[in-house]
Nanobody, 118 residues
Framework: QVQLVESGGGLVQPGGSLRLSCAAS????????MGWYRQAPGKQRELAAT???????NYADSVKGRFTISRDNAKNTVYLQMNSLKPDDTAVYYC????????????WGQGTQVTVSS
């Protein structure tokens, strides 16, 4: 059974930084694209950033230049470094990974709350 476990959320003042981590565990043969999505109250879940197994990255326009996604393939872990945080970044952040056991399946973490407020 595969699990994604997130950590690193919390309360931060505007302009501050947070680093999210997401570790995949279980019967994993390989992992394709990993990413972070976020969902603010009353809004749909949206992409924040993704990274392929080869390190190619993609960012939402709203986070470009402020967020950096990275991964450690040896640890099956993806990170999201968030700088210059704004109140609009307040949301539940979800980790996503395309994991190959005997087929590729999309897995989601349980979500971690990020609140940007003074």
């Amino acid at each position: 059974q595969v699990q994604l476990v997130e950590s690193g959320g919390g309360l931060v003042q505007p302009g501050g930084s947070l680093r999210l981590s997401c570790a995949a565990s279980g019967s994993i043969f390989s992992i394709g694209t990993m990413g972070w999505y976020r969902q603010a109250p009353g809004k749909q879940r949206e992409l924040a950033a993704t990274t392929t197994s080869g390190g190619r990255t993609n960012y939402a326009d709203s986070v470009k230049g402020r967020f950096t996604i990275s991964r450690d393939n040896a640890k099956n872990t993806v990170y999201l470094q968030m700088n210059s945080l704004k109140p609009d970044d307040t949301a539940v952040y979800y980790c996503n990974a395309q994991i190959y056991t005997n087929v590729y399946i999309d897995y989601w973490g349980q979500g971690t709350q990020v609140t940007v407020s003074s």
